[in-house]
């Protein structure tokens, strides 16, 4: 009796160590999941920023945002707004900072629900884009002020 006991009770706690690395593997492909998603959307709002980021709106882009607003004269015709926010397959998202560089900038978007990325764009020499690069993810933030 006590050797049966004991069987069942290994078996028992066998059993109950494959449910729980059963779980934490449905759990850790889920988290993978909403990742990915996170960052194809975050990839989409850079891609509407880009798209928004032609015609009189690229007048804008030798800019660090925060020069966006005093910058009307030197751009009259372009709308700072435009580049500031939009909404990509039903998800708001916004500019949090723009950081031109040589030949480069640094795009900082957030999603409404607070995920953050950076995402590394590629310029010609009279900043027109040519590539986007991978979002680097950055995790949630609350809402922040541009």
Do not use: K, Y
């Not at 069987?7 to 059963?22: D, E, M, R, V």
């Not at 998800?91 to 900072?97: A, F, G, T, V, Y």
């Not at 310029?123 to 690069?133: H, I, N, Q, S, W």
């Amino acid at each position: 009796m006590p050797l049966a006991l004991g069987a069942s009770s290994l078996l028992l706690l066998g059993s109950a160590s494959i449910h729980t690395l059963s779980l934490q593997g449905r759990l850790r492909v889920a988290a993978h999941q909403q990742r990915a998603a996170g960052a194809d959307q975050l990839r989409s709002a850079a891609q509407a920023f880009v798209a928004a980021a032609q015609g009189p709106q690229a007048c804008l882009l030798p800019l660090p945002s925060v020069a966006w607003e005093a910058a009307r004269s030197a751009c009259p015709e372009a709308d700072p707004h435009l580049l500031q926010s939009g909404v990509v397959d039903g998800e708001p998202w916004r500019l949090i900072r723009w950081q031109p560089a040589a030949s480069r900038g640094t795009l900082l978007l957030a999603l409404d629900d607070g995920r953050q990325a950076r995402v590394l764009v590629r310029l010609t020499d009279d900043f027109a884009v040519t590539a986007l690069g991978e979002p680097q993810l950055l995790g949630r933030s609350v809402q922040e002020d541009v």
